[in-house]
């Protein structure tokens, strides 16, 4: 059953008959205001709707504090007043999404708001093109680390077709490693151009500009 099909049929089979507690707000401000649950219990095993995992994940990003300890870069995000409705979001969901592609709100839009016009469902490969790994880089530029044993600067790119990461060279300074980095991913960008297309032709210019501005 794919998850367009589960949710309707959830919506169809299990409706709410008013016996329920009420509910409260979900983290501070979405409002689940479906006439049918989202998770019953059946045969024994939770069942969850694909389209109220993906709205309240959502809202977790965007208010939820603990989730900001750990995500910091997720702090500010925000979501339209609509979709603090879940079932105004779950209906441009119905429209919208794709069996295992992924919500985000960064390809069509650097506004950092989820909303009908910024977000998309996109696979994968396309999310992970466009992340910042922080974490993983420390403090150097995106794209490049310093290898202490030779003195000099590493760069690396992760190209999403081979799901390897590509060796750059070494450099003497963490602008020129990170110049090889911000080329190649360019390149990548205009390989993987055609797929981009495919999905919505507004997310190649995007990412484009999302590369110009990795720091």
């Known amino acids: 059953m794919s998850c367009l099909e589960q949710t309707l049929w959830l919506e169809e089979n299990c ?12 983290y501070g401000v979405g409002v689940n205001d479906a006439a049918y649950c989202q998770q019953p219990r059946m045969n024994g095993k939770r069942v969850w709707c694909p389209a109220y995992v993906v709205w309240k994940s959502m809202l977790a990003r965007a208010y939820d504090a603990k989730f900001h300890a750990k995500q910091p870069t ?20 119905l429209e919208n999404q794709v069996d295992g592609w992924e919500l985000d709100k960064d390809i069509l839009s650097d506004a950092g708001v989820y909303s009908p016009e910024t977000s998309i469902f996109v696979p994968a490969w396309l999310n992970l093109f466009t992340t910042d790994s922080g974490a993983a880089r420390g403090d150097c530029q995106i794209g490049v680390y310093f290898e202490r044993r030779r003195g000099r600067f590493v760069a690396l790119c992760r190209n999403p077709m081979s799901k390897k990461q590509e060796y750059l060279g070494l450099f003497d300074t963490p602008e020129a490693a990170h110049l090889a980095w911000r080329t190649r991913k360019l390149e990548l960008a205009i390989e993987l151009k055609p797929k981009m297309d495919e999905i919505n032709p507004r997310i190649y210019q995007q990412v484009v500009e999302i590369i110009m501005k990795a720091r």
């Open 15 to 26: 409706k709410v008959n008013g016996r329920g507690s009420p509910r409260g707000l979900v």
């Open 74 to 93: 997720y702090s500010g995000v925000k979501v339209c007043d609509e979709w603090h409705s879940f079932m105004s979001f779950r209906k441009w969901w």
